[in-house]
């Protein structure tokens, strides 16, 4: 079974593989082959993440079937307000845009895209469940969030792809808390999302294209990402 993959490099010093078919399936590595091979193995820990769910699932697929075909390389670099290049400390990046992003997205892949970021906030909430107002907010070494920073930024972070496109409400109605600030963000992307079905529509944005494919596959993503990293601090 032959599974799509765009390669983003010099994401933070690493390579990331996106499994463009399956938004939140991604694997990281030291370079380009590193993650494309890393990710095979994350095929089946998201088709075994997909199962756990809904076990009438939409993947499924012997192990030794996988065959990864690079779609697209990235290569992150750096910009300055006027958009001219720029180092790492004083730009920002561009991060990455493939050829299959400009594909609309079907309403088939925004109903199991509505379920993968449903799945992704309850193993969100569940890593947290539980904690003492201590423990999320506890600093940590080379860290720059706590575990509570964490949420936030989570919630910051889907709110911001969504005003990419102008599918946000005003910066200022962002919760303070949060918990709120995580239930107000994805009750508007469900809202919006299945709106998008079909839509052909990409912009240029502070110089980075987005659309509403590549939306949905950095939010779940983002959300399944920090979902571990919530579990490496604790």
């Known amino acids: 079974m032959i599974f799509q993959a765009g390669i983003e490099n010099n994401n933070e010093g ?8 399956h938004p939140g399936c991604f694997a990281y590595g030291t370079n380009t082959n590193g993650a494309a091979l890393n990710l095979e193995t994350a095929l089946n820990a998201y088709a075994a993440w ?4 809904e076990p009438k699932t939409w993947l499924s697929f012997a ?3 996988i065959q990864v075909e690079i779609n697209g390389v990235w290569d992150v670099y750096y910009i300055n307000d006027e958009m001219d290049k720029a180092g790492e400390v004083d730009g920002f990046s561009v991060e ?4 299959y992003d400009w594909k609309p997205l079907t309403g ?3 109903e199991h895209g509505l379920k993968l970021l449903d799945w992704a906030r309850q193993d969100l909430l ?4 539980g904690l003492s107002e201590a423990k999320m907010n506890a600093t940590y070494t080379a860290e720059r969030w706590s575990i509570k920073g964490v949420l ?7 709110w911001w792809y969504l005003e990419r496109l102008d599918l946000a409400f005003p910066r200022e109605q962002l919760p303070e808390d949060p918990f709120d600030r995580l239930k107000k963000v994805r009750r508007q992307l469900n809202t919006v999302l299945p709106k998008l079905e079909g839509v052909k529509r990409v912009v240029g944005v502070d ?3 987005w659309s509403p494919r590549k939306i949905l596959r950095r939010a779940v993503w983002h959300e399944r990402d920090h979902v571990e990293h919530i579990r490496k601090l604790l």
């Open 126 to 129: 569940k890593v947290v469940e």
């Open 152 to 158: 936030g930024h989570v919630a910051g972070a889907e």
């Open 96 to 99: 990455s845009f493939f050829p």
């Open 108 to 110: 088939l892949e925004i």
């Open 50 to 53: 997909i199962y756990r769910h």
């Open 14 to 21: 690493r390579s990331i593989a996106w499994a463009l078919e």
């Open 207 to 209: 110089g980075e294209l």
């Open 63 to 65: 192990e030794d079937e």
